[in-house]
């Protein structure tokens, strides 16, 4: 087998649907893997303008309000209203995929109260456009922090309450491929 | 803002429209290129000005297709603005030719459909996408417009079989195009209503389907069109607007609210008289959101006027109120080819008011409106912009 013939044969066997574990979309940017830095300790962490106050979500160099060079990461307030709520049944990603196998994988969009909108993963399948929610962070199984949204009145004040919500989610697992490889 | 006087659009050229092609961006561009020289009767040197739109040109941009092409153009532009890109392209170079930087320029926007590209372009389309956006499901386009039509059809009533009615139409007109790639099947009701789902409210035939594909046509001036003997069309008014009502937590109107009136003004034309409209038709939703906010039916009754409204080529359907809408089938019928497809609405409406289109000719089309919308930066389309065109000889 010449080399040619064996990097096709490497890139045949390693198409994302023969993977034994799929994992979320791991990309982002250098801000983002401040975000995800940012998000480690608390419930939500996001950057806020020390010149206006003004809440940067997604994250940006400079204040989206101000232009000013001035946005730090603090500990921000989760709740928010739900503007629109929606199922996929299709992905582009193989992780997904083998989610929506089972169920339809849902996301949704929140109004925070400080300002931003923000997509996240629905942690309650009951929620509905105009509900009252929280929105946290949290680690999936590609160890980039995503955001889940929960209706108000659901504790997230521990890790351990957080926890719970994600691995009902089945987030922190890596989707296996079924039947083996 | 100045008028067009003495600038024309001409010849236009779609073509090589494939679901899945070995080839890149560089020969959809070319082959439109060639095919605009070939029929303008013109030679390459001829050709002053490039501007090039596309998604798949990777570490080339305009410059490198000067060098690959053989052209030594004196004025050249990149718009790369996905639904548009064509508009925009337009605006830039009629305003050229009017300056006279370049007495021709040819406008294209060509795209290629390697295996896997759409998935490679969802998933790093901006780096807010990429953060904010994409890791959620990465549905892509679905999963963002899904959240836009959802909070559509709550805030206004409107339903599936609402938007079925901008689908089924353009459907029809497909049918009678004979590039569309859809254009082979026929689409029921029921076929719309009982299609797969794909994110939320939106189902397979709301989806429009990526593909590869060249657009393009010629801006000279209106002695050189004459000149030539080519069939020309006018630009009576055109406007953009990028990241508008950025306040509105949900995108549900865009740039043409705001610029319609002025619009309208300039081309000295309303609503009432434009015979023909070309939008954007990524989704249905957005084609209501265009028909709204230009001025068609007020906001929030997109829905009844699609249901009132005939939208055939040749306004053979049931209802009484005609106004013929993307022509050919629109990116629903036809595929989104990249960024060519913000050009399909255009050369389009150069097609119908030049009277050269064939079995979709809408019988009397003297003037068209046509829109462009697009770029999802992270929760919404970001750019607006839209064009009035008049045949010649109205």
Known sequence: MNLKEKMKRRLKLNRPSLRAR???????????????????????????????????YPPAELCGHCLGDTLLYREVDTAGQLLSRSELHHSLWEFFKRRIRTKPWPIGSVKLRNGPVVIGHLGEDTLQTGDDVAVFSHSDASQASVLII?????????????EHIVAALCLEQPAEKQGGI | ???????????????????????????????????????????????????????????????????????????????????????????????????????M??????????????????????????????????????????????????????????????????????????????????????????????????????????????????????DRARHLGLPYVQILATDELHNSFSEDPVQQRAGWACYRDALYQRAGLGP????????????????????????????GDGARFVQETDMRFDGSGK??????????????????????????GLT??????THSARSNQVATARTCLVSGYGMVNYDRGLCSAAAILQGADS
């Open chain 1, 22 to 56: 799929a994992r979320p979309p791991k990309q982002r940017t250098a801000l983002g893997q401040q975000f995800t830095a940012a998000n480690l300790p608390v419930s939500l962490s996001m950057q806020v303008c020390t010149a206006c106050e003004h809440h940067q």
């Open chain 1, 150 to 162: 929960v209706s108000a009145a659901t504790p997230i004040a521990t890790p351990t309450q957080r």
């Open chain 2, 1 to 103: 803002m100045k008028d067009y006087q003495g600038v024309v659009m001409t010849t236009p050229v779609s073509l090589g429209y494939q679901r899945q092609s070995p080839h890149g961006a560089s020969w959809f561009i070319g082959m439109v290129l060639r095919e605009l020289i070939l029929r303008a009767g013109v030679s390459k040197t001829d050709v002053e000005g490039l501007a090039v739109s596309s998604f798949s040109l990777g570490v080339d941009s305009v410059v490198s297709l000067t060098q690959q092409f053989g052209l030594s153009p004196r004025w050249i532009e990149q718009a790369d603005m996905g639904g548009v890109s064509g508009i925009v392209a337009l605006r830039r170079a009629a305003r050229a030719v009017q300056a006279g930087e370049a007495e």
């Open chain 2, 105 to 222: 320029i040819a406008c294209i926007g060509g795209d290629g459909a390697a295996h896997r590209s759409f998935e490679h372009t969802a998933a790093n389309f901006s780096s807010w996408s990429i953060d904010a956006a994409f890791p959620y499901g990465a549905g892509g386009p679905n999963a963002i417009f899904s959240l836009i039509t959802a909070r559509y059809m709550k805030e206004f009533g409107a339903t599936r079989e609402d938007f079925a009615r901008i689908c089924l139409d353009q459907r029809y007109n497909a049918n009678h195009y004979a590039q569309a790639l859809l254009g082979h099947k026929t689409l029921s009701l029921d076929d719309y209503l009982n299609a797969r789902p794909i994110a939320g409210p939106l189902h397979l035939f709301d989806c429009v389907m990526p593909c590869a594909g060249g657009e393009g046509f010629l801006l000279m001036t209106e």
């Open chain 2, 272 to 299: 009432d008289n434009i015979d023909m409209l070309q939008t954007y038709d990524d989704y249905p939703v957005i084609s209501m959101m265009q028909i709204e906010d230009l001025g068609f039916c007020d906001k």
């Open chain 2, 319 to 344: 209802p009484a109120n005609k106004l013929p809408h993307n022509t050919c089938g629109g990116q629903l019928s036809c595929g989104q080819a990249g960024s060519a497809a913000g050009y399909l």
């Open chain 2, 348 to 353: 389009e409406a150069l097609r119908q008011l």
